[in-house]
């Protein structure tokens, strides 16, 4: 009877090795302890307990969950309406939804480490633009692109050489003989400096053996508002620019052949120089390490979405060109282009040619740690007087600002051609609380020599204190910023005696409220959300 029932279920395509294993358990050790009525009773109950904790035991098939694409842009950029236009078509290939969520900051660092963040399960996918080579080039983001997996470029836009139809340069000739009149002075103009329409400018004045002074803007619309009103003789940009601006003209275009939509502009090739495939490329890319088999489902969804009569109509409709590389051809044009951009950036004086990007080491908290002990240690034996609870925690105060201003450079830096980024409001309070926590140090000073017998030399509570802000930093990995922010200041509160809790608990709120605002809502930077929430 019992090897019956073993046979069917082996032959069973839904059962699994676990479920064969539970049975044999079940034959081995349980059954023969189990006699008369009474096992013939729970015998079928065994049975169906087995059956259906082997179907508990299989793995959980992918997707079970919305998949999450995140757009470093804000809602109604092209990548943002590219990706929100995909994942709605999606919904003909799959029962899951792709979801997009917005995380905008650092020319796409932010998004970039938002991904990498998360688990390489698959439900996170990172959408990505060529304009990301040169953020990561040019960033102390700490992000390297041989971190994702490119398995999907989905759309490719040309380059182009844009003018004014009404000034006196128009045509490639005429750019040509324009610059060589002006000696350098001629100008181009596009969004920011080192992004992909200034690299795609220089290489453009290397390629025709001509000079130019690149006038950066904060985007693409100021830039072209520009070119109308002929403060400039070149815009760098894409076809798609040119729709509904009847001022504006085609000089040429980074293709191998004409576009349909534009047979009276000529191509840089045939017109003698090689720049011919110069796109702007959209794309989608996940965490290395994620499964194969997950990697397959993505690769095959992506590729039935390319092909789909819908998203063609929508992708040509822009002046660009619907197209599906699989991850090989995608890695290979992505590593080309790193290559490229990197030659380019140093051309434009934007990198140095010896500038090489190595990660910063690790030890700045051991030396900020021991330059605090140090302080102490020479303050006991030299200048005892000087040593208490104000003098600890303001130099303790000192030397963990110096370790978090050293955190602060691997802060993304925020628009290219910007100085200011997400990391100047954090610099601003850290120059604060070096400034007092000098204050401070110098005060008590001054007071023990003037009143030596009213000084308190009690350490017990600051160390106290400083011991708090250790275990905060080592829950903050755990629990992520805002309840590590919570509890420690809350904690800290009670340990020093303050007993009235509805301040305690409003101040604290409030304080990581504020926190909030500033960070995530106008700098976008987001804080730790904790390995417990994520």
Not at 57 to 80: R, Y
Not at 394 to 418: H, R, V
């Amino acid at each position: 009877m019992l090897s019956f029932f073993n046979e069917k279920l082996c032959d069973d395509h839904t059962m699994n090795r676990h479920s064969v294993m539970l049975l044999d358990r079940i034959h081995l050790r349980i059954l023969p302890k189990i006699c008369g009525i009474s096992g013939l009773i729970l015998f079928p109950l065994f049975f169906v307990l087995a059956f259906i904790f082997s179907h508990s035991l299989v793995a959980e098939e992918f997707p079970n969950k919305p998949i999450t694409i995140i757009v470093h842009s804000k809602p109604g950029s092209a990548i943002d309406i590219t990706s929100r236009q995909l994942a709605n078509i999606a919904r003909k290939y799959t029962d899951t939804p792709l979801l997009v969520e917005n995380k905008t900051g650092g020319s796409g660092i932010i998004a970039m480490r938002h991904v990498l963040n998360k688990k390489t399960d698959g439900y996170t996918i990172l959408a990505t633009t060529k304009s990301f080579i040169s953020t990561v080039q040019l960033s102390s983001g700490g992000v390297d692109l041989d971190a994702f997996r490119f398995f999907a470029c989905m759309v490719v836009d040309p380059e182009a050489l844009i003018t004014n139809r009404h000034a006196k340069v128009q045509t490639l000739d005429q750019i040509i003989a324009d610059a060589k009149a002006k000696d350098g002075k001629q100008r181009w103009l596009g969004p920011l400096v080192g992004g992909v329409d200034h690299l795609m400018a220089v290489q453009t004045w290397d390629k025709l053996g001509i000079k130019g002074e690149w006038i950066p803007y904060e985007g693409g619309s100021d830039a072209v508002a520009a070119l109308m009103g002929q403060h400039g003789v070149v815009y760098v940009g894409n076809p798609v620019d040119t729709k509904g601006r009847p001022d504006l003209m085609l000089a040429a275009v980074a293709a191998p052949e004409r576009l349909p939509e534009f047979p009276d502009v000529p191509t840089f090739l045939e017109k003698g120089y090689d720049i011919s495939d110069e796109v702007l490329w959209r794309g989608y890319a996940v965490k290395r390490g994620t499964p194969s088999k997950v990697m397959n489902f993505l690769s095959d969804l992506f590729e039935k979405i390319s092909a789909d009569p819908e998203w063609i109509k929508f992708i040509s409709a822009t002046s660009a060109h619907p197209v599906f590389f699989a991850e090989d051809e995608f890695s290979k044009r992505v590593k080309e282009n790193q290559i490229q951009a990197r030659k380019y950036l140093v051309m434009a004086n934007v990198l140095q040619q010896d500038q090489v990007k190595t990660k910063r080491n690790s030890f700045v908290p051991l030396i900020a740690l021991a330059l605090f002990i140090l302080i102490v240690a020479l303050g006991s034996v030299f200048k005892r007087e000087w040593i208490n609870g104000e003098t600890v925690i303001a130099t303790f105060i000192f030397c963990l600002s110096i370790f978090l201003y050293d955190m602060t450079l691997d802060f993304p830096s925020g628009k290219l051609g910007q100085t200011a980024g997400p990391a100047a409001m954090p610099r601003l309070w850290l120059y604060g609380l070096i400034l007092f926590s000098v204050l401070l140090i110098l005060t008590v000073i001054r007071a023990s020599k003037k009143e030596k017998t009213l000084v308190d030399r009690s350490v017990n509570k600051p160390l106290g204190v400083i011991a708090l802000m250790v275990g905060y930093l080592f829950i903050l990995d755990t629990l992520g910023y805002y309840f590590s922010t919570l509890i420690f200041l809350i904690a800290g509160s009670y340990f020093i005696s303050y007993r009235k809790h509805a301040v305690i608990i409003s101040a604290a709120a409030g304080f990581v409220a504020l926190s909030w605002l500033i960070f995530y809502k106008i700098l976008q930077v987001p804080l730790p959300m904790g390995r417990l929430f994520e």
